[in-house]
């Protein structure tokens, strides 16, 4: 898959994953592990990436006795999930096309 | 490997890269490794399952955009500390002073400390110091055959023995108690120094 497509599927990915309710590292690997495997560096780079874009936020919380890091969506974050899902109904439409033009050979 | 060795390993192998960055990711591989536990895999296993060392650090680095690592080495390292050297200097009428009155307050606490504790102990040898001459005297007037006397000394020396005794636990106590505070004192101070050095 195009590295770029496929870094912005992971961002949105991640987005949904915190979308209903706020999150931590291991909840949202294992949410998303039916889906796509990520690994734990992967996930940190995202995760940083999101935070620098301004599409989640990061709360320290203590859980058991330590700390734990929860994610949080924010507008901004929001906002790329409805992008996401625009575009990929062009993307849908691009498919259709090419499948399309492909079997007519 | 423990967690430990593992969060160790990975820092050794991420230096280079901007020191924030280093105990951010330390702290969310640490954190993986705690919900692992949780889940009530043993410490091995939690580590286990991040994957060797070497490999999660070479993905690390994959995933980084070199301008970060680049960034850390090129810091100007020499002009903070010459800035520091000159903090230093200029300030050396204030803070020198302050530091040999910080010294001198706490080493005549320390010296106090010890002198109520060689105090005790001086009280201690000087009960059992009347236990020798109760003894002493009870015999002396013992032998010139006032009895009652004799009885009274004894009964003061022994009174004495049980004080001593009583007094030896206290002193005991106490010793070890300055020892401790003396020992934490030097550490603290030691400790103090070290950070400065690696500030």
């Known amino acids: ?105 | 490997m423990n967690k430990r060795e593992f969060l160790a390993r990975l820092r050794e192998g991420l230096r280079g890269l901007p020191r924030e960055d280093i105990e951010e990711r330390a702290i969310f591989y640490s954190e993986m490794i705690d919900e692992r536990l949780e889940e009530g895999l043993s410490e091995a296993e939690a580590v286990g399952k991040l994957g060797p060392v070497s490999d999660v650090v070479a993905q690390i680095l994959a995933d980084t955009p070199p301008a970060e690592s680049v960034r850390e080495k090129s810091k100007p390292r020499g002009r903070v500390r010459a800035w520091e050297i000159v903090l230093l200097v200029l300030g050396f009428p204030v803070w020198f002073p302050l530091l040999i009155a910080a010294f001198a307050v706490l080493l005549a606490a320390v010296i106090v400390l010890w002198a109520l504790v060689i105090s005790l102990w001086a009280v201690d040898a000087s009960l059992l110091g009347c236990v020798l001459g109760g003894a002493v005297s009870a015999a002396a007037f013992f032998l010139r055959g006032n009895g009652l006397t004799a009885a009274a000394m004894l009964a003061a020396g022994l009174c004495c023995a049980g004080l001593a005794i009583f007094c030896f636990f206290g002193c005991k106590a106490v010793t070890k108690g300055a020892l401790w505070l003396t020992k934490k004192t030097a550490s603290g101070v030691k400790h103090l120094f070290m950070g400065k050095e690696t500030a």
Not at chain 1, 3 to 9: C, E, H, M, T, V
Not at chain 1, 33 to 51: A, D, G, M, N
Not at chain 1, 64 to 84: A, C, D, P, Q
């Open chain 1, 1 to 105: 898959m195009d590295s770029q497509l496929k870094r912005g599927l992971l961002d949105v990915c991640v987005l949904a994953a915190i979308k209903s309710e706020d999150s931590y590292g291991y909840r949202i690997m294992n949410d998303l592990k039916p889906y796509l495997e990520l690994s734990e560096s992967t996930l940190y780079t995202i995760l940083k990436r999101l935070e620098t874009a301004g599409m989640l936020t990061v709360r320290t919380a203590e859980h058991g006795g330590r700390l734990r890091k929860y994610y949080h969506i924010t507008g901004e974050g929001l906002r790329r999930i409805r992008e996401f899902r625009e575009d990929w109904k062009e993307i849908l439409s691009i498919y259709r096309f090419v499948v399309k033009e492909d079997e007519h050979e």
